[in-house]
Structures are given as C-alpha cells and as structure tokens.
C-alpha cells in the first residue's frame, strides 16, 4: 500500500484543489469493480481473473502512514477466471454479492473467514446486481429481465421480462415509494425505466429537458442514487450526465463529460458531491471527475492510467472514495518488476 498527494485543478478559479491518494496493491489482473459495506469499514474489490479482495478501513486517511489490516481474499476458484462483474454488501447482514462472469450470481456469508457461499444462482448475460430495502432480496439484470434472489430462502425466481425489446444496462433502487413498495430504476436505451417493486408495474420513463438528451437517444449506461433518495444521476452513452430531484422527478443539473460514455457514478454520504468515470474517447489514460450535485461544477480531477470501470464513495466518510482503474510498477516476492493493478482510495480536500 502506498500514499501519495496530488493537485487537481479547480476550473474558472486560481490555485488548486487538493486531495491525496493512496493504493492498496494485491491484485493480479486489472480491478473490475469496488463496493463499500454499510459502516464504510470494509471495502470489496474485484478483478478479472475472478478474484475479490476485502480491505479493512478504520478510518479515511491512516495515522503515521501504516498499510489497512489484512484483507480476505475470495477465490472464485473457476477454471475459466471470469471477471467480476458487479459486487455489492447486504445493507444489514455479513454478506456479500458477487456476479462471476455473466453466468452466476453468488451470495458469501462473510462471517468466518472461509466466507462460504450460500447461495450461487445461474443468471445468464447478467451485467449488474443490488440488494432492495429489505437487506435479504437482490435482483441480477438478464438482458432485458430480472432475476428475484432470496438468500433467507436460498432460492433463485425464474427470469422476469420487463418489457420486451429493453436491452437492460443498470439497476438501482430506491424507496420514494415507500418500503413496502418501493421503485425499480432501470437504465435503457430508452431512458431511465421506474417499476414498482415488488410488483413489476411500469410506472414511468424519466425524460429531462434539453440537457438530459441521453435519455431519448443515447441510453442511459450509468445510475446512482443518493442516500435517503434525494438524488438520481443517469448517466449516457453521450458522456453527459442528468443530476435529478428523485421526489419530483425534475431535473436540476447536466453534467458534460470530456470523454464518452459514463461507466459508472456514486454520491458522497452528504448528497454533496458527484464521483463519475467515463471512457475517453482517445487513448488508454482516464480519470474520476467529481462535481457539485446542485451546480454540476467540476471540483476535483483524479488521474488514472487507464480509463475506470467503477469508483464507490465511502457511506461513513463523504470525502473518501475508491476507483478502479490505475496500476503501477512494484516488485514480486523474486524481486522482479511487475506491473501491478491498483484500488484507488481518494481523500478529498474541504
């Protein structure tokens, strides 16, 4: 593990942003995906050869420059290595959801440190996953369906259709319905799709004005949902970004990326802030930009050696989030140099 400071630049303003940065090493293959746990103590990461890493962070910036505890390492153990697609902490119970490959969804128990698996469900084509407000239900993405998993009862739902013809790319959820009915936000390339949850009812397609085009042309790539569902960000194949009202639905900020399309997005525990990655358009180099929700104003610009698949705010720490995406040159146990993937965890300045 390894820190170093770093200066973003602040748009439209003289001197400099500042934020530090440190790296957790350990991966083989380049880092696919992150996930923080509820108490933003454990950290997830995943790779491509089928591994995850679970970091133990006591708090955001580590005194005196000492490495985080020990991780626990979950081999997947498939011949075939498969990336880890999307991965994801149960909100209450010691448990962990990893989609392998676009076959299998897997549910880790993480109270020991064998961390069996107690539920492992065929979900072909699957692409992405997230637990709903009830802490034991999750549902995969299949194309244009879903897959209901129930861990309490270790039994996987057949495939369910939304809607025939929807090429299905992100899921979120989100209670502004209430608990007992709560909202399924799905990203199209029609826009952003609102389900009833558990019921399957269509309810509405989010569509801005004029700075959320994504939503009618591109298709959306990317969500994320603030907490206590204040915001919704959708993010298109169009590198602009749409920062919503989730309550009202209205939108209240565009976002336009200098690369292309959005990977991925999280907000800070505050609602303050806005993390996003996009794919640049040239070359391999990439970055985590970071705006204001309200404003859609660049604060901070996180370079990377390639373009990054995920980036993840802290839910504890509002100026803390990891990314994937960087790698660097470090020395094998024979002391031969190796290029090594990284996990990225960012502290932002005030």
């Not at 083989?28 to 133990?56: F, M, T, Y």
């Not at 020991?112 to 407000?133: E, K, M, N, Q």
């Not at 909202?183 to 199209?188: A, D, E, F, S």
């Not at 900020?253 to 996009?278: G, I, K």
Request: net charge neutral; hydrophobic share 35%.
């Amino acid at each position: 593990m390894s820190s170093r400071p770093g200066t973003a630049p602040h748009p439209g303003a003289a001197g400099s942003s500042e934020w530090s940065r440190r790296d957790l090493t350990g991966h083989r293959q380049p880092v696919s995906c992150v996930a923080w746990s509820a108490n933003g103590k454990r950290l997830a990461s995943g790779d491509e050869e089928g591994v995850v890493k679970i970091w133990h962070i006591d708090e955001p910036v580590p005194k005196d420059g000492r490495a985080e505890r020990s991780q626990q390492d979950l081999q997947h153990a498939s011949k075939d290595r498969e990336v880890i697609v999307a991965l994801a902490f149960n909100p209450r119970r010691e448990e962990l959801l990893a989609v392998v490959g676009s076959n299998t969804t897997k549910i880790y128990d993480l109270r020991s440190r064998s961390a069996s698996v107690v539920l492992a469900a065929p979900t072909p084509h699957a692409c992405a996953a997230a637990w709903d407000g009830h802490d034991q239900l999750l549902v995969a993405q299949v194309r244009n369906a879903v897959v209901h998993l129930d861990a309490k009862r270790k039994r996987a739902s057949k495939p369910h259709v939304l809607r025939e013809g929807d090429e299905i790319v992100c899921i979120a959820f989100s209670e502004v319905g209430g608990k007992k009915e709560q909202q399924l936000l799905v990203g199209t390339k029609y826009g952003v799709e609102v389900w009833s949850w558990p019921g399957y009812e269509h309810l509405t397609t989010l569509a801005g004005g004029h700075a959320c085009h994504h939503a009618r042309t591109s298709g959306v790539t990317a969500l994320a949902v603030s907490s206590k569902d204040r915001f919704l960000a959708s993010g298109g194949y169009d590198a602009s970004i749409c920062i919503w009202d989730l309550p009202s639905a209205a939108p209240l900020a565009a976002v336009y990326t200098p690369d292309d399309a959005v990977r991925a997005m999280s907000f800070s525990s505050d609602h303050c802030l806005l993390a996003y990655s996009s794919q640049s358009a040239e070359g391999q180099q990439g970055s985590v930009d970071v705006v204001a929700v309200q404003s859609g104003k660049l604060l901070h610009r996180i370079p990377l050696a390639h373009h990054s698949e995920d980036v993840a705010f802290n839910p504890r720490w509002p100026k803390l989030l990891a990314c994937v995406g960087d790698s660097g040159y470090g020395k094998d146990s024979k002391g031969r140099t190796l290029l090594e993937p990284r996990v990225t965890l960012v502290s932002l300045g005030r």
